[in-house]
């Protein structure tokens, strides 16, 4: 009976987890998703309203100073950049609120892009406008890859887990309020715990390129890990460090990211002002489309805007999962979405090369789009490698040989 039990609890931690897991296409991790981005930025900013609500009170909110104008343009620019990874993002309700408190070396930013800084973090560690960019482009990547959304979505799987394991493994009512309340507290510390180590690792890769599009010196990233070292040193344990712990060696990770972002950052410098994305009209905001979602920066991206990918791979059942997803992202011209999901999933087919010839082209890399049509072209002539041919896969209404054939006269 007790088996069979463990084995039910088993089986429903199973269904919750597999069943609610996708893929974040700007990670490339699959994360636990019970919850929408619309459900949790409704919940922030329910949460935020009433933070900011009693710190006005205290009168602990600086408005109108030289300082909010220069966290103001900082932010805009990052926003601005943020947007071109997740168009989604563009309608936001982003603010930024700069907390007049000098004891706490903090910031944050809320699912939703609601953001604020405390004014220990830029005193206590004599923030440049460059570190400044860094800790809140970090702050703003957690949002971005959703890992507010994650967190809750985690809460909810261990709390509904909980009752339902208390309830297997206990004998009567007074058992199974004891149970509960151990195993409640055992999964209140789990969520409870600081960024992982896999969150902190995306937000640091994710943080430093969003500060370079946007003109920040990525090396700033490295400089304000070693204040917020020092400052923990010789202050004790920081709030922004109590819950955004430092990984082995992630200063040197930072040092290596920053070697790759200095073309971005050498562009970033010459760009123009932003749009006003904190006080400008909501409703006149600029547009930006699915399609021309950037992705961030990687080997594989590289390879992919360089015509450089080679599909290899012979995996058809692992294929038959996903090609639904990838005719959704091809008709919905989800340009970036699909040339990372066929690279990833590295079956060589004829389909596999004209969905990355098209997402090239959707993406302006026209040299990489030419090579993929020809490898399609190629593909589509071998039986063993055209879509036509094969049993559990189709061509997704997609006359491959047709098409490349077409584009290259």
Not at 61 to 67: C, F, G, H, M
Request: charged share 20%; net charge neutral; hydrophobic share 40%.
């Amino acid at each position: 009976m007790r088996f069979r039990s463990l084995a039910a609890t088993a089986a429903f931690f199973a269904f919750i987890f597999l069943g609610g897991c996708a893929t974040n296409t700007m990670t490339g991790r699959s994360q636990l998703s019970l919850v929408s981005e619309a459900s949790v930025s409704q919940q922030s900013i329910s949460s935020y309203t009433s933070m900011m609500g009693n710190l006005d009170k205290k009168k602990k909110l600086l408005e109108s100073t030289a300082l909010n104008t220069r966290i103001n343009t900082i932010t805009n620019r990052l926003i601005e950049q943020a947007v071109l990874y997740h168009p989604k993002s563009a309608q936001w309700d982003w603010k930024v609120s700069v907390i007049d408190d000098e004891k706490t070396i903090n910031a944050f930013c809320m699912p939703g892009g609601l953001m604020a800084i405390y004014t220990g973090l830029i005193n206590q560690l004599h923030a440049t406008d460059d570190e400044i960019a860094n800790v809140m482009g970090h702050e703003i990547s957690h949002a971005l890859a959703g890992h507010g959304a994650e967190k809750m979505s985690m809460q909810m799987a261990s709390s509904t887990g909980v009752a339902a394991l208390a309830i297997l493994v206990s004998k009567d009512n007074a058992q199974y309020q004891a149970t509960n309340a151990a195993l409640s507290a055992g999964a209140l510390a789990f969520i409870n715990l600081p960024n992982g180590r896999e969150t902190e690792v995306e937000a640091d890769k994710l943080g430093i390129e969003l500060a370079a599009r946007a003109g920040y010196n990525p090396a700033a990233a490295v400089t304000l890990w070693e204040k917020m070292a020092s400052a923990t040193k010789t202050k004790g344990q920081s709030d922004f460090m109590s819950t955004h712990p430092a990984p082995e060696k992630r200063q040197d990770s930072l040092r290596r990211l920053g070697a790759a972002m200095q073309p971005l950052y050498a562009a970033g410098k010459s760009a123009g002002a932003p749009y006003d994305w904190l006080h400008g009209d909501k409703a006149r905001r600029p547009v930006r489309a699915e399609k021309d979602a950037i992705a961030f920066y990687s080997e594989q991206w590289e390879s992919f805007k360089a015509g450089a990918i080679a599909l290899t791979g012979t995996n058809q059942l692992l294929m038959v999962t996903k090609q639904g997803d990838f005719a959704k992202a091809y008709k919905e011209q989800h340009w970036r979405d699909l040339a990372l999901g066929v690279s990833d999933s590295n079956y060589q087919w004829d389909l596999g090369y004209f969905y990355l010839a098209k997402a090239a082209a959707g993406l302006g890399y026209a040299n990489a789009a030419k090579r993929y049509a020809a490898l399609a072209e190629e593909l589509s002539s071998n039986d063993d490698t055209a879509c036509a041919q094969k049993r559990m896969l189709s061509c997704s209404g997609v006359d491959v040989a047709g098409e490349v054939r077409g584009a290259s006269r």
